[in-house]
């Protein structure tokens, strides 16, 4: 037998605590799983984004034993043995907030740096509201061509970094820059930000780096590098934001 120890929250009255749930895990048993079971047979009451179950949606993102990370692709039996622990720098949601035995507990909560609506289900609008600001359209450099657009092999491989994101707002669960200050745009924006800047079927100019030149795109990242450690698909949006910066300093266009 093992525990889940879950984080309650109702957004009507603003009070939270944690359940505790002893369950027996199967073989290969996921966290996802183990929420299911618990809401199949202890407490149906119990709130959780999921979609796919298959590490694609990034629907089922939350802070599990301390490290974001992906429900449905996070086994429980490698975190009680205590293996593929991941060292973070310090962040919001990171600090003690109710004991536990790792040895035969799960710690479970919501994604930190965003606002919690019930349970582990958190507000993602800000999320998306930096996102869009980034415009993440493609604009053509040119009208459509009689046949497809060609690219270099060596420019896709550069941009399959970027586009393999999946919108889980890990990233922005494990950033100390997104967990103290709400305007940053946080590493997925500005991830995806530099994935259209250095599209080459893009217009050939510097208007995408400009839409994140300020203390709340570019410049407000610390470079602590937990963006990279916890993404399910391995996007690093440190290396762009510090490519990003180079250029538009040899641009002479750093902000004052």
């Not at 415009?135 to 061509?145: A, G, I, Q």
């Amino acid at each position: 037998m093992m525990k889940l120890k879950v984080f309650r929250f109702d957004q009507e009255t603003g009070e939270s605590h944690y359940d505790t749930f002893e369950i027996e895990p199967s073989a290969g048993m996921t966290v996802l799983s183990a929420l299911f079971k618990i809401q199949e047979e202890f407490d149906d009451s119990l709130a959780f984004r999921y979609s796919c179950r298959g590490a694609v949606c990034g629907s089922c993102a939350m802070l599990i034993n301390k490290i974001p990370a992906l429900a449905c692709r996070t086994r429980i039996e490698p975190l009680l043995k205590g293996e593929g622990k991941i060292k973070l720098k310090p962040f919001k949601g990171m600090e003690e907030t109710v004991s536990w035995n790792p040895e035969n507990e799960v710690l479970v909560e919501p994604l930190p740096s965003l606002p919690k609506v019930k349970d582990l289900i958190v507000d993602m609008d800000k999320f998306f509201e930096f996102y869009r600001a980034v415009e993440t359209t493609f604009k053509p450099v040119s009208e459509p061509p009689e046949k497809e657009r060609l690219m270099q092999p060596d420019d896709v491989k550069e941009l399959e970094k970027y586009t393999n994101c999946i919108l889980c707002a890990a990233c922005v669960g494990s950033c100390p820059v997104s967990g103290k200050d709400r305007d940053f745009l946080g590493p997925a924006a500005l991830a995806k930000l530099y994935r259209f800047h250095i599209d080459p079927l893009e217009a050939d100019d510097e208007s995408r780096l400009m839409l994140a030149n300020s203390k709340f795109g570019w410049w407000g990242c610390e470079f602590h590098a937990n963006c990279r450690a916890v993404c399910p698909k391995g996007v690093p949006p440190i290396e762009g934001i510090g490519k990003a910066r180079k250029e538009i300093k040899e641009l002479g266009k750093k902000p004052d």
